[in-house]
T-cell receptor, first 113, second 114 residues
Framework: QKEVEQDPGPLSVPEGAIVSLNCTYS??????FMWYRQYSRKGPELLMY????GNKEDGRFTAQVDKSSKYISLFIRDSQPSDSATYLC?????????????FGQGTTLQVKP | SAVISQKPSRDICQRGTSLTIQCQVD?????MFWYRQQPGQSLTLIAT?????????ESGFVIDKFPISRPNLTFSTLTVSNMSPEDSSIYLC???????????FGNGTRLTVT
């Protein structure tokens, strides 16, 4: 079993829809949780960065962490065609493992005009 | 966030040869890392590039195959040695500006080994 599970999709939605992307994980030691967006032929771009449980909002993006369920989510409101990309969740243990991120496989999202 | 430049952006290499990938950051950063992204796979950490000392490798990666240098706080190189087709992948440089700050990534080097 992988440490981080993420449905690879692809996920196709109409423009304006609310998108929900999810990851589950098995290691309760994870403390830091991230979402990256990766466009084709580009490197991952940091979208959201959260510590421990709770919600964090940034514009149309909301990240949720539920450590009790070992489940994290990224919500995209009013999705746009420019949001079409692969979304990667990532997590780490903390300061002693800075840099060692465990990534999900990535979910490919397509937003249709 | 830092601007990360990788060279080359892509290359096609023959089996048995070596390729050195450069990573240049526009500002001093605390930590630099090298990741690999194989087709259809998640990103995997190869090693932490330590300034002025030997890199710290993750399980499954060895210095003879992936020698790494980091002569200062803005530059690092990764060499893929004695390449085989299984080394065909995207190699990504990433940096953390400070300890416990999130990682930022370059655009990667797309390597094809024939």
């Amino acid at each position: 079993q992988k440490e981080v599970e993420q449905d690879p999709g692809p996920l196709s939605v109409p423009e304006g829809a609310i998108v929900s992307l999810n990851c589950t994980y098995s290691n309760s030691a994870f403390q830091y949780f991230m979402w990256y967006r990766q466009y084709s032929r580009k490197g991952p771009e940091l979208l959201m960065y959260t510590y421990s449980s709770g919600n964090k909002e940034d514009g149309r993006f909301t990240a949720q962490v539920d450590k009790s369920s070992k489940y994290i989510s990224l919500f995209i409101r009013d999705s746009q065609p420019s949001d079409s990309a692969t979304y990667l969740c990532a997590m780490s243990h903390g300061s002693s493992n800075t840099g060692k991120l465990i990534f999900g496989q990535g979910t490919t999202l397509q937003v249709k005009p | 966030s830092a601007v990360i430049s990788q060279k080359p952006s892509r290359d096609i290499c023959q089996r048995g040869t070596s390729l050195t990938i450069q990573c240049q950051v526009d500002s001093q950063v605390t930590m630099m890392f090298w990741y690999r992204q194989q087709p259809g796979q998640s990103l995997t950490l190869i090693a932490t590039a330590n300034q002025g000392s030997e890199a710290t490798y993750e399980s499954g990666f060895v210095i003879d195959k992936f020698p790494i240098s980091r002569p200062n706080l803005t530059f690092s190189t990764l060499t893929v040695s004695n390449m085989s087709p299984e080394d065909s992948s995207i190699y990504l440089c990433s940096v953390a500006i400070e300890y416990n700050s999130p990682l930022h990534f370059g655009n990667g080097t797309r390597l094809t080994v024939t």
